[in-house]
């Protein structure tokens, strides 16, 4: 009935129980046995064969030995086996080796299959029988060696009668006598009691209601899967996400305005310092000459104040005086005019008269300008205060400069934070007019410097509620607000601003920086540090919809 026969071997357990099997119906039927191989070609077998085949390699080497196994086996029970091994999918390999040697029969083994993996692929068998064009047999009786061993002899003594009956017909005499034997014999033999699976018939196993419902359930599930799917993206997409985030703090570079050698510092490395807290001190001792000098001087500009208003008293005393003097020698010139008229007073007499007059008006007049000078010396006078004096003012200005130098020579801490960078400053070292001796990190006040897409930010506003997740702190999070949004994408702030003026340009999304502002009250949270990478998601309260969900899936009309 079957002349050619072809085996489909891979060396599992399936397989030896179809080789035996096939090998014993191969023998019963006299037919030629043909063993076919394939190593299944997969996502993983191509993927080994562009990184350098190693994985490949191997697979051929032990699929060879495989089918050189079972080659030896049929060889060893008499058979003159063709071989073959490629590279493929089973079922296709299998039905284009089939017809190319035309076979009669092609047996493969029985590989159970989930429930899950019938449904998604189907069964194999109903497979295979789409790809083959002559009768498919799946090899489930599992055979023992004795009743396989009996099942071959039983096949040998057979095949030796025919070829006795064969040889008597062409030598023309009569028949030999052929041993009858119980039908028993001739029929397969009975799987023992043992086996781990019932032996099945060639028809295909007919489904349990159990199954039937499981694989109707199994294809509700689909579209119940994608509809609730849907539902899921229509409803979301309010939150608007992005990991291009970092934690950002106020930092300062500690430094004074005033030189001079570091004399202590006051912190170590990492310490958390409060506001207005020592952190180092510069050798004040020229400091302290600067302003004992700048306090003399002070000193000495008041006294020259109240000396000046002392003789600004004694101009207005002379002026007084040479005020009198001037009437009185008014009075004599007066009279002397009179009295030489009638010539009681000679010539001479009424012109010693006119020159004490005009001397005495040039005393004064002199006296008057000294006093303008001395009360332009004193801001007008002796009404002016000696404390609001110009040169009283540039005193005290030299000294609270002096005073303030060294008061920087003291540094504190301009806010609350931890100190970094302290090894660098040590005592001895001098330190040139602000110049950086460490920096001060804020731990009080933090915020989240994001980058997000341009197209994200359609509904972001400022006000909007923010979560924030840290890479270091898995399962922990930061509530905030989106506290601005810069006016510019990024790339307008850098140095040399792309120019999309060339025919070759790319359109290139950009990212807007917004900034978060992090509620760090709770003290329960751990601490956030400067540059940390973060999470965040903005909560816009503005879902997908329906005309997103139908852009998405079937494109913009427009």
């Not at 002379?318 to 000679?346: E, F, G, M, P, W």
């Not at 400053?425 to 989240?448: I, M």
């Not at 120019?499 to 920086?513: A, D, Y």
């Amino acid at each position: 009935m079957y002349k050619r026969v072809l085996l489909a071997y891979d060396g599992s357990a399936e397989g030896r129980t179809a080789l035996r099997e096939g090998a014993l119906l191969a023998k019963r039927n006299g037919a030629r046995v043909f063993l076919l191989s394939v190593i299944g070609e997969t996502a993983g077998t191509k993927m080994g064969e562009g990184v350098g085949g190693g994985g490949v390699a191997q697979q051929h080497e032990d699929y060879e030995r495989l089918q050189r196994e079972g080659v030896t086996r049929l060889r060893s029970l008499g058979f003159d086996v063709v071989s073959k091994l490629t590279v493929g999918e089973p079922a296709r390999e299998i039905g284009a080796y089939a017809a190319q040697i035309g076979a009669d029969l092609v047996i493969v083994g029985h590989r159970r299959q989930s429930a899950f993996g019938r449904w998604w692929s189907g069964p194999t068998g109903a497979y295979l029988i789409d790809h083959i064009n002559c009768s498919l047999l799946v090899c489930r009786n599992i055979i023992s060696d004795e009743a396989f061993a009996a099942g071959m002899a039983q096949a040998d003594a057979r095949a030796a009668a025919a070829h006795r009956e064969e040889a008597a017909a062409q030598s023309g005499g009569p028949p030999q006598a052929v041993p009858s034997m119980p039908l028993e014999q001739h029929a397969a033999p009975a799987p023992p009691a043992s086996t781990s699976e019932p032996p099945t018939s060639l028809a295909p196993p007919q489904m349990t209601p159990t199954r039937r419902r499981a694989r109707v359930a199994l294809f509700l599930l689909l579209p119940i899967a994608l509809i609730i799917g849907a539902i899921v993206y229509i409803k979301g997409g309010s939150v608007v996400s992005t990991d291009d985030a970092y934690v950002e703090a106020s930092t300062v570079g500690v430094s004074t305005d005033v030189s001079g050698i570091v004399s202590k510092v006051y912190v170590t490395e990492n310490e958390h310092v409060s506001k207005g807290e020592e952190l180092y001190s510069l050798d004040d001792l020229q400091y302290r000459y600067a302003l004992d000098r700048a306090s003399a001087q002070l000193a000495t500009v008041r006294n020259e104040l109240v000396a000046q208003q002392a003789d600004y008293r004694d101009m207005q005393a002379r002026i007084r005086r040479a005020q009198v003097d001037v009437a009185y020698n008014l009075t004599q010139y007066k009279r002397a005019r009179r009295l030489v008229k009638v010539n009681i007073v000679s010539r001479t007499g009424f012109d010693t008269a006119g020159r004490n007059l005009r001397n005495a008006r040039q005393t004064l007049s002199s006296l008057e300008a000294q006093l303008a000078a001395i009360a332009a010396g004193l801001n007008g006078g002796l009404s002016s205060a000696i404390d609001r004096n110009p040169r009283y003012l540039a005193a005290l200005a030299e000294r609270d400069e002096a005073a303030r130098e060294l008061a920087h020579t003291v540094v504190r801490a301009p806010y609350s934070g931890v100190v970094t960078s302290v090894p660098s400053t040590e005592p001895g070292k001098y330190l040139a007019a602000s110049t950086t001796a460490f920096y001060l990190v804020d731990t009080d006040h933090v915020w989240v410097h994001a980058d997000p897409k341009e197209t994200k930010l359609t509904y972001v506003q400022p006000g909007q509620a923010v979560t924030v997740k840290v890479d270091s702190y898995p399962g922990v999070e930061w509530h905030g607000k989106v506290a601005s949004i810069s006016p510019a994408a990024a790339q307008q702030f850098s140095l040399l601003p792309a120019q999309n003026t060339s025919g070759n340009w790319v359109k290139v999304v950009q990212r807007i920086p917004l900034r978060v502002e992090v509620d760090t009250s709770d003290s329960g949270l751990p601490p956030l540090r400067a540059g940390m990478s973060v999470e965040i998601g903005i909560e816009t309260h503005h879902a997908r919809g329906l005309p997103r969900f139908f852009t998405s899936w079937f494109g913009d009309s427009n």
